[in-house]
Structures are given as C-alpha cells and as structure tokens.
Antibody, heavy 122, light 107 residues
C-alpha cells in the first residue's frame, strides 16, 4: 500500500532554513503529485503548495511563494520542501500528502506522511 | 480563496450516539469536498471524498452529504475510537483550504 515517510524533527534559529524530506513507497511516484500541509501547535491545517512528481510543475499558496521551494527526486522517490527565513510562527508539524492525480493539486490527499516537527527557537 | 466555515468547534457525545458536523463554503464548490479524521498525535486520514464517497475500508457509520454550499458529515453509532478532530477540505480551487476542525470527544 502507498506510504510516505518523512524525515525527523528539526530545530532552527529564526532566519534559518529547513529542508524536510518525504520518501514514497508502494506506488509509482511519478504518477502522482505531492502536497505539503502544515499544522501549528493546537491549530488547524494549512496548505502550503504542491508539486507534480512527473514534470516538477509547482503551485504555492501565495503566503509562502517567496520563501518555499519544493522539489522531487524520482531516482529515490523522494519529495523535498525547503522553507527559508524562518520565524517563530513557522513552528509547526509539516506533512507531505499524496494527491489523487498527477496533473493538478485540486484533489484529495491520501495518504499522509507521519509529519515532521519543525521548531523555530533562538 | 474559498473559506470553509466548520461547526461546531467541539462536541461531546456518548457511545452509540449520532453526531453531525457541518461545513459551509463561501462559494459554490460543487461536490469538491473531502473529510479527514485526525486522531491525537497522528496525521490526518482521508475518510470521504467528493462530498459523499466513502474511502475503501472506512466503516459505513461514517457518511457525508451536500446541500448547495453546505456539507454535512455524520457519524452514526459513535464508537470510542472515533475520538478525533475532523476537518473538511475543499478542492474546487487553489489554494486548497480546510475548515477549522471539530474536536469530537466520546464520553
């Protein structure tokens, strides 16, 4: 069955960058897209953006457009999300999730990775 | 952006009860609405797509429906393992947006 396994928790200082990985298994990686969603402590879900794992096409939420990069490595079936210029408000659990189709981000998300806690602290 | 207004914020019910959660979209999103369950400390899990289509393996006590821009999620015969936070999510347009969540406590 399809599965996404994310990298471990990270701690960064304000102004730094963090890169989270998401390794896929159990399905053909390039046949689907990957969305990234974050959840601040005790808060709801916030979509950050999407990458087409076949051709690398991306679409970001406007809020993150200037400081997020999303990439994929089809040789290792891994997606990456890098967030730059971190602030305390970026402390959150970051999830990757498989999109139901490859050509668009407008779909449902299933399955999800286990989440990666990113803590921004001085 | 499409705003999803979810209610109630939380509820408490007993085993065997029927509960209902509502999501109101700020514009017509047709059937493009999903429901997720997030148990404490876990990642969200897709339960229903396209407003009413139950995912394979999801118990039939879960259901969803649509009336215009209002979407309803129902759990019949509530079970202890249903204690979780439930989220709606629209996918009619980008950015994908979620409701604020409903925390369900099982007495």
């Amino acid at each position: 069955q399809p599965q996404l396994v994310q990298s471990g928790g990270e701690m960064r200082k304000p102004g730094a960058s963090v890169k989270v990985s998401c390794r896929a298994s159990g399905y053909t990686f390039s046949n689907y897209g990957i969305s990234w969603v974050r959840q601040a402590p005790g808060q709801g879900l916030e979509w950050m953006g999407w990458i087409n794992a076949y051709n690398g096409k991306i679409n970001f939420a406007q809020k993150f457009q200037d400081r997020v990069t999303m990439t994929t490595d089809t040789s290792t079936n891994t997606a990456y999300m890098e967030l730059r210029s971190l602030t305390y408000d970026d402390t959150a659990i970051y999830y990757c999730a498989r999109c139901a189709v490859v050509v668009t981000a407008t779909t449902w998300l299933d399955p999800w990775g286990q989440g990666t806690l990113v803590t921004v602290s001085a | 952006d499409v705003e999803m207004t979810q209610s109630p914020l939380s509820l408490s019910a007993s085993v065997g009860d029927r509960i209902t959660i509502t999501c109101q979209a700020s514009q017509d999103i047709f059937i493009y609405l999903n429901w997720y369950q997030q148990r404490p400390g876990k990642a969200p899990k897709l339960l229903i797509n396209d407003a009413s289509n139950l995912e394979t393996g999801v118990p039939s006590r879960f259901s969803g429906s649509r009336s215009g821009t209002e979407f309803t999620f129902t759990i019949n015969n509530l079970q202890p393992e249903d204690m979780a936070t439930y989220y709606c999510q629209q996918y009619d347009s980008l950015p994908l947006t979620f409701g604020g969540g409903t925390k369900v406590d099982v007495k």
